[in-house]
């Protein structure tokens, strides 16, 4: 069985800096997926950023980086810069080869002015 | 917005009720997910279509049915409704395996 946990609940940040949110998984598979996904107030579910396990380097999408270690079972996502519109919900996902998505329990984050 | 689309947006209903959700997928996808979120149990897949045919499932309740039509759309079946079923229910969608997955804007249900 899969298993992901975020276990920042909260979080706050100041406009314009740097946070880092943490994820830990458990898997058997050598092959899966790693996401994070965005919940603004609207409840629309917003990819933000992924990762191949098999890829060693991080992925990055502009103001979005994770810092992927394998071996210990670790995905954070890094933003910087943050903006007000960063507010939001954000979920950890795991994918394995049954394709399904398994979420951790989320981190809401709220931006600061 | 994700090219997905869900109707209708909310429902409100009865226990022991029956009640449809839809979903479009975006155009060309041909995987169909459809995941429930609740306060108590968070986000939990529930089942996937692939091309009409049923590939995986996660915790449905008996209760639930899905079936994905020949167009591609797929429509979620929820029968005997009872208060906890009330959730915010997503469709999501991917090209094929190990795809992004690309959500709708869900359907909320609210069981009274």
């Known amino acids: 069985a899969q298993t992901v946990t975020q276990s920042q609940p909260e979080m706050s940040v100041q406009e314009a800096e740097t946070v880092t949110l943490s994820c830990t998984y458990d898997?058997?598979?050598?092959?899966?997926?790693l996401f994070w996904y965005k919940q603004p107030p609207s409840r629309q579910m917003i990819l933000v950023i992924r990762q191949e396990a098999y890829k060693q380097q991080n992925a990055t999408e502009n103001r979005f980086s994770v810092n992927f270690q394998k071996a210990a079972k670790s995905f954070s996502l890094k933003i910087s810069d943050s903006q007000l519109g960063d507010t939001a919900m954000y979920f950890c996902?795991?994918?394995?080869?049954?394709?399904?998505?398994?979420f951790g329990e989320g981190t809401q984050l709220t931006v600061n002015p | 917005d994700s090219g997905v689309t869900q109707t209708p947006k909310h429902l409100i209903t009865a226990t022991g009720q029956r009640v449809t959700l839809r979903c479009s997928p975006r155009?060309?996808?041909?995987?169909v997910y459809w995941y429930q979120q609740s306060l108590d149990q968070g986000l939990q897949f529930l089942i996937q279509y692939y091309n009409g045919e049923e590939r995986a499932k996660g915790n449905i309740l008996e209760r639930f049915s899905a079936q994905q039509f020949p167009d591609l759309h797929s429509e979620l079946n929820l029968s005997s409704l009872e208060l906890g079923d009330s959730a915010l229910y997503f469709c999501a969608s991917s090209a094929r395996t190990h795809n992004e997955q690309f959500f709708g804007p869900g359907t909320r249900l609210t069981v009274l």
């Open positions: 898997t058997s598979e050598n092959n899966y997926y």
């Open positions: 155009s060309g996808d041909l995987s």
């Open positions: 996902a795991l994918e394995t080869s049954g394709s399904r998505l398994t």
